[in-house]
């Protein structure tokens, strides 16, 4: 699978109230022989920065195949109807405990926070169809570059997951843990409502070789100790 390419994307939001004038975050882009996977779609009017971020690779959102959506929060799922849009044909995935709230059949569990809130007033808006192609269990492997092994890490949210590529030893965390100030962290306790078990199911990654992590808020994260770092994050545990 030397032809892969898995690396984070970055989407730098306008917010004008924060203090650099915008929030950056990092869907992650698969790309193999076979499929143009997106790993989360933004917030909403993400889709053309995606645009720009395929352009880099001579791609567009026409060749996308797969969507796949590790979790509810409008900062993931943000574009999707707008990406659907343009290319109905897109197969979207995510786990069966966040699918009504991604379909818009229950509202999102999470309000945005000042200033977000503000300038992202009209929230989520679900794509009209049912859309989601099928969901995924914890220990699934997904036929994309070679396998890419689904682990359900509730916390965040109840339908939380993240993704291990073997092939690649990258591990895209979604929002079970974060990157700041070049640090790896746990979650954001803010945005975690259970953070107990956020904590434990970060515990679960000790099962994979990772030399790499993508980090929705944070980007690339690479170390040969990653293993032990992670574990020594998980035995400190949420702060109290």
Known sequence: MTNTILEPMTLNIKVPAFPEGHWSINPTLIISKNDVVLVDTGMPGSEEMIAGELEKYR?????????ILTHQD???????????????????????LD??????????????PEPLAVQFSEGY???????????????????????????????HTEGHISLYHPVSKTLITGDAMLIRE?????????????????YQSLA????????????????MYESETLNEEIAQIVEMGPAK
């Open 182 to 198: 070049s640090t790896l962290q746990g979650p954001n306790p803010i945005q975690t409502p259970d953070l107990d078990q956020a």
């Open 74 to 96: 409008i900062d993931h799922v943000g574009s999707l109807a707008s990406l659907l849009e343009i290319n109905p044909n897109i197969e979207v995935f995510s786990h069966e």
């Open 125 to 155: 808006i679900a794509p009209s169809l049912p859309f989601i192609k099928r969901t995924l269990a914890d220990a699934e492997e997904l036929d994309v570059a070679g396998g890419l092994v689904v682990i359900h890490t509730p916390g």
């Open 59 to 67: 791609l567009s959102i026409s060749q996308l195949t797969k969507i």
């Open 204 to 219: 679960r990654f000790a099962a994979f070789d990772i030399k790499r992590v993508i980090c929705y808020h944070g980007g």
């Open 99 to 112: 699918r009504p709230y991604i379909e818009g059949k229950q509202p999102l569990i999470k309000e945005l």
